[in-house]
């Protein structure tokens, strides 16, 4: 059974139904982020799980108790903000023992606490300071250590690293999961970010419209994606109307251009139009290795990303993005050249129309 | 820019003496009790009057009183409308703004015909509230709402009530705590402006005290003015050291918080 079940939850604002028939089963000791667009629904769905939002319909269970109805400050959840949201008045130590002192522990317990969670957010020596004498990093690490000092069921975190820098964000982001791992405890992240998501999480739950897109490992999410709202919002992805020309193969046709697929085709008839995508790292330089799609093709442009060279080919009459590694040793083709590129039958995917 | 700086200094100049001319005419004036000399004996007069400790000790109680009951009504209903009912805000502060719109002499004439038998359950008056000092704190406590919602208010758009309010709920907190450890710290200076601003304007209210009958500091200034030439321009003055002294107070209180406010948000 799971440790956290959300069953058929819904939640509407008015007419407006921001959450609908959402399902979700997580385990014990799960990281699983809710990844979407703004207004898709994922912070709602949080907010029902911490109580600050009562679902409309469905019911929420958590190691195996019912707490759909339960107010906020009887469920055994941390939460983590954006906004950090530390108490201003209280020093670092008073704002980990915050929940502490509610819970009526002992000033021994409460103190030593206190010091294993300094201890575990590497800021033993800042127990004294206010939140305004820290940096935006440091406050969301004692954000961190105030949620987890009360040893909570299940850790909620609500895009707790979208108002740092790119920098801060990466490191920090390890040092969430770390710690989550280290702790076993169950989380649910709420981010837009898809690198955050498909880096730290056990599974990912995409979303759109307030309804569930797609749940599965990052490596499902990004390498098989179900929707085509998923394979575009997840990662970058060339995708084009097509044809289908002979389901048995997995041959659709792309502006006269075709492609063959490893996907299933046989649920679609000769004539269906279909959308098919290609990851920009999935294309190759025919040179490179023979693969299963030789096409002709025009460089139109290039573009230097640093440790990725992103370079756009027309095909037929459509420009795909192609990404390769950089290497300062490989002569890189000039804009307006001709040459031809490949693709395994794998990499095209043929969502639907 | 040399012309520039001489205006300034002009304008500066001109506000300086319109505001503390009058002050120190009445203050050099309180100064003149006895004869072709400068004594402090109106002081000594106005300090050694009994009634001037009985009316000035009624009005700090008033002012206390109104503090406490204005505290206890607008902290919880901003912070509640800050929270929960943020569409509400505009429609509180126009009921705040009320003293503004309607004269204290309507109020307590309105107040004053209402409970004082005006309010009838089949035939008998209930609420007869005149003879007890509720009208008069109720009205104090109207005649301070404007500038101690103002302040709250002010003080929680600083702050991130909600999410301030929800970590607390994350980690157990009541709402009494909630109030008292996390919201009320928050306002620390935001209340002390509501509470100075309404100590100041109890202190020296006159309409209320005067009508309903009730000693105070307005009504006894009043009644000396009328009888003596010296002791109320004392009082005068001494009046606005009170108020100076109480913005003085809450900025000395309230040092340090700019530069807190401002590294946190």
Known sequence: MAFLEINNVSKKFGATEAVSDFNLQIQKGELVSFLGPSGCGKTTTLRMVAGFEIPSTG??????????????????????????ALFPNMTVAGNISFGLKIMKKSAEEINQRVNEMLDLINMPDYANRYPYQLSGGQQQRVALARALALRPDVLLLDEPLSALDAKIRVSLRAEIRAIQRKLGITAIYVTHDQEEALSLSDRVVVMNAGKMEQVGTPFQIYNFPETNFVANFVGTLNTAPAEVID????????????????????????????????????????????????????????????????????????VFNMDTFNNPFLELPKIGDKGQVTCSKEAVLVIGH | ??????????????????????????????????????????YRVAFTDAKF?????????????????????????????????????????????????????????????????????????????????????????????PYMFRAVDTGLRAIDVRTLTEAALSLGAGWGTILTKVIFPNLRIA???????????????????????????????????????YTPQALSVVSFLLTWGSIGLMQWIGRGSVQEVAAVH
């Open chain 2, 53 to 145: 400790y009985l009316n000035f000790g009624y009005s700090f109680l008033w002012a206390i009183l109104t503090i406490i009951i204005s505290l206890l009504l607008v902290v919880p209903t901003a912070y509640w409308v800050h929270w929960r009912m943020r569409k509400m805000r505009p429609w509180v502060e126009f009921v705040t703004l009320m003293p503004f719109v309607v004269p204290a002499v309507v109020l307590v004439f309105g107040m004053s015909r209402l409970y004082g038998g005006g309010l009838k359950l089949f035939g008998t008056p209930v609420l007869v509230l005149t003879g007890t000092p509720i009208l008069l704190l109720a009205g104090y406590v109207i005649l301070s709402l």
């Open chain 2, 191 to 229: 209340i002390l402006s509501g509470v100075f601003l309404t100590f100041a304007i109890v202190m020296g209210e006159f309409t209320f005290a005067s009508l309903l009958y009730w000693p105070a500091f307005g009504p006894y200034m009043e009644e000396i003015g009328a009888m003596r030439a």
């Open chain 1, 59 to 84: 019911r929420i269970v958590m190691d195996g108790k019912d707490i759909t109805d339960m107010p906020a400050n009887q469920r055994d959840v941390g939460m983590v903000f954006q906004s950090y």
């Open chain 2, 1 to 42: 820019m040399k012309i520039k700086n001489i205006w300034a200094w002009i304008i500066l100049i001109i506000g300086l003496v319109y505001f503390f001319l009058p002050l120190l005419a009445t203050f050099e004036f309180s100064l003149r009790m006895i004869k072709d000399r400068y004594t402090f004996e109106a």
């Open chain 1, 247 to 318: 389901p048995a193969r997995g041959l659709v046709s792309m502006d006269g251009v075709q492609f063959i697929s490893a996907d299933d085709l046989n649920g679609r008839q000769k004539g269906d139009k279909v959308r098919m995508s290609v990851r920009p790292e999935r294309f190759s330089f025919a040179d490179d290795q023979k693969k299963d799609n030789l096409l002709d093709c025009t460089i139109e442009n290039i573009t230097f990303l640093g440790s990725v060279v992103r370079i756009q080919v027309k095909i037929g009459n459509t």
